[in-house]
Every structure is written in structure tokens, then in C-alpha cells.
T-cell receptor
Framework: KNEVEQSPQNLTAQEGEFITINCSYSVGISALHWLQQHPGGGIVSLFMLSSGKKKHGRLIATINIQEKHSSLHITASHPRDSAVYICAVLPSHEKLTFGTGTRLTIIP | NAGVTQTPKFQVLKTGQSMTLQCAQDMNHEYMSWYRQDPGMGLRLIHYSVGAGITDQGEVPNGYNVSRSTTEDFPLRLLSAAPSQTSVYFC????????????????FGNGTRLTVT
């Protein structure tokens, strides 16, 4: 079983819909990262969380340390949000463990 | 600021050949790391470094070698390429030794697509 599980693996939605991507992990962590991988392959860091909630524009990330769960929300989704979203956790000693990603497609 | 620069973007090797993937950053980051990305699998850590002269193994280090002689550069060497090393390789850096620091996002290079025949 992977230490980091993301759901869903694939998500297709209409433009304007509210999007939720989930990340569950099985180990104690000191931080969790959300990353975005564009269709061209580049990877961008969206958020780093150790507790609570962060917001950047239309993106919101939350984490519940007790439940070992994090969610990434996108409000008013747009076709340019189409990408693979990756969750990564930091259990210890600078070694990140990554989920397999959620492929999001927003249809105009 | 160029950020994290990886070269080459594409490479084809024959089994048994050796090569070096280059990674350089101009942000004075202490932490640098190499990952491979394979279909259906998450990014997997190959090697990482928390500063010049310091390297450590990740999840999948076999067949790869690294060194960190300067803060800026972190090359990844394939000693004797095998088809199982066909993958997309990413280099990433961060500004703090401990990635759990509040303001330590990862900065990724654009990746190197390696094919071993």
C-alpha cells in the first residue's frame, strides 16, 4: 500500500465547477506539499501545509493532521486549471514521498 | 533568476553507456534532489543533498551516483545505463535544509526525458 493515496485518479468537470482533490497518507508527517504538473511536464509548487488552511487565488488547501488527510479545492474552475495535481508528504529526514497524482480536465 | 536548470531535455542512450544529467540552481538553495517519474507511479526520490559536500540516498538510488561540490550544481550520473532507467528525471531545490520549514516550496527543473535502448 502506498504511503500517499490520492483520489480521484482522474477528474473531468465543466468550466465553473467546484473541484476537490483528496490526499490521504499513512505516516506521521511534518509537512505536506501540493504540486501542479502542466501538460508540458513542468512542475510547480502550489502550497506547503503543516496545519490548517491556505488560500491562493482560486485555490484552497486544507489539512487535518489527526485524520491524515488533505484536500485541494479549486473554485470557479477554468480550462487552464487542467493539469496533474500531486500531493507529497514529508515524513522525516528531508525525504518527500509523492502520490501518483490526479489528472484534472476542465471542459469549456 | 533562471531558477533550476536541467540539461539535456532529451537523451537516448544505449544499454551500458554512461552519462551525466546536469542540474544547476541560482537561488543559493541548500537542498537539492533528484527524482524519477514513471507512468502510473509517483515521483520517486533517487538522491538528495542538504548542502555542498553532503549527499544521501533516496528511495531508488541503485545505478545512480551524485556529488555536490558546489551549492549551485547537483549532477546525476548514470554509471551503466539500463532499459529500466528509461524515465523522466526531475531535479528540485529548496531554500531550507529542513523541508518542513514554513516557507520552503520546492522549485523544479523542466525535466530530462531519458530513453535507454
Amino acid at each position: 500500500k502506498n504511503e500517499v493515496e490520492q483520489s480521484p485518479q482522474n477528474l473531468t468537470a465543466q468550466e465553473g465547477e467546484f473541484i476537490t482533490i483528496n490526499c490521504s497518507y499513512s505516516v506521521g508527517i511534518s509537512a505536506l506539499h501540493w504540486l501542479q504538473q502542466h501538460p508540458g511536464g513542468g512542475i510547480v509548487s502550489l502550497f506547503m501545509l503543516s496545519s490548517g488552511k491556505k488560500k491562493h487565488g482560486r485555490l484552497i488547501a486544507t489539512i487535518n493532521i489527526q485524520e491524515k488527510h488533505s484536500s485541494l479545492h479549486i473554485t470557479a474552475s477554468h480550462p487552464r486549471d487542467s493539469a496533474v495535481y500531486i500531493c507529497a508528504v514529508l515524513p522525516s529526514h528531508e525525504k518527500l514521498t509523492f502520490g501518483t497524482g490526479t489528472r484534472l480536465t476542465i471542459i469549456p | 533568476n533562471a531558477g533550476v536548470t536541467q540539461t539535456p531535455k532529451f537523451q537516448v542512450l544505449k544499454t551500458g553507456q554512461s552519462m551525466t544529467l546536469q542540474c544547476a540552481q541560482d537561488m543559493n538553495h541548500e537542498y537539492m534532489s533528484w527524482y524519477r517519474q514513471d507512468p502510473g507511479m509517483g515521483l520517486r526520490l533517487i538522491h538528495y543533498s542538504v548542502g555542498a559536500g553532503i549527499t544521501d540516498q533516496g528511495e531508488v538510488p541503485n545505478g545512480y551516483n551524485v556529488s555536490r561540490s558546489t551549492t549551485e550544481d547537483f549532477p546525476l550520473r548514470l554509471l551503466s545505463a539500463a532499459p529500466s532507467q528509461t524515465s523522466v528525471y526531475f531535479c528540485a531545490s529548496s531554500s531550507y535544509r529542513a523541508l518542513s520549514s514554513y516557507n520552503s516550496p520546492l522549485h523544479f527543473g523542466n525535466g530530462t526525458r531519458l530513453t535507454v535502448t
